[in-house]
Nanobody
Framework: QLQLVESGGGLVQTVGSLRLSCAAS??????????MGWFRQAPGKEREFVAS????????YYADSVEGRFTIARDNTKNTVYLQMNSMKPEDTAVYYC?????????????????WGQGTQVTVSS
């Protein structure tokens, strides 16, 4: 079983920056490769795709709404994935979730992911 723990959320002002981290642990994490994704969910809205990274790190995908502002990266030596968020907007306010997909290619569909973190709140004030 793979465990994912997000951190780095908080309150930030418009055009500010935050970096989210997702630390992976578990018995199988070193024997399998995972694609990683970040999703978010605002109150009353469906969970939406933010960014993803293929299992080998070769491909990165972003939602149109965050393209050019957010960057996803992974450090396999630390079993950690990051989401650097710059030029933040009030509409970025949501709970952000990290997810892993075994041998995935970086899907934008949250239903494809096998493991989820508990989420971290991000609030952008105007």
């Amino acid at each position: 079983q793979l465990q994912l723990v997000e951190s780095g959320g908080g309150l930030v002002q418009t055009v500010g920056s935050l970096r989210l981290s997702c630390a992976a642990s578990g018995r199988i994490v070193s024997r399998y490769a995972y694609s990683m994704g970040w999703f978010r969910q605002a109150p009353g809205k469906e969970r939406e795709f933010v960014a993803s990274l293929s299992w080998n790190g070769g491909n990165k995908y972003y939602a149109d709404s965050v393209e050019g502002r957010f960057t996803i990266a992974r450090d396999n030596t630390k079993n950690t994935v990051y989401l650097q968020m710059n030029s933040m907007k009030p509409e970025d306010t949501a709970v952000y979730y990290c997810a892993a997909h075994t041998y995935g290619s970086g899907s934008k569909n949250y239903r494809d992911y096998d493991y989820w973190g508990q989420g971290t709140q991000v609030t952008v004030s105007s």
